[in-house]
């Protein structure tokens, strides 16, 4: 689930224009009255960044460039890890000698 709601999220970053304020935000500051929230200023970096704007990107925020293939690395670890999830026989021999180690035996 984590990995679609990442991949929907950088889907509508891409499909979103930087520049165009929008009527609708989810952004606590802006209800508040600020003009300035790091989250947007992430959004926009990464939407100018699909948008090939590298330098729009960077002044934006400064980690928009890093988040995007953070966030794909995380993507594909967890359609990895779905797709070929981690051997429990093993972490279960192991659990088994520890605890057989506690109780005396060898």
Known sequence: MEAVVWTAGLVALACTNPDQ????SLCVFKWLGFSFCPGCGLGHAVAYLFHGELIHSFQAHPLGPFAVPVLVGRIVSLVYRSINPPDQ??????????????????
């Not at 304020?21 to 609708?24: A, I, S, Y």
């Open 89 to 106: 026989t093993l972490n279960h021999h192991v659990e088994s000698n520890q605890i057989h180690a506690r109780v005396g035996g060898r």
């Open 21 to 24: 304020e929008g009527l609708f």
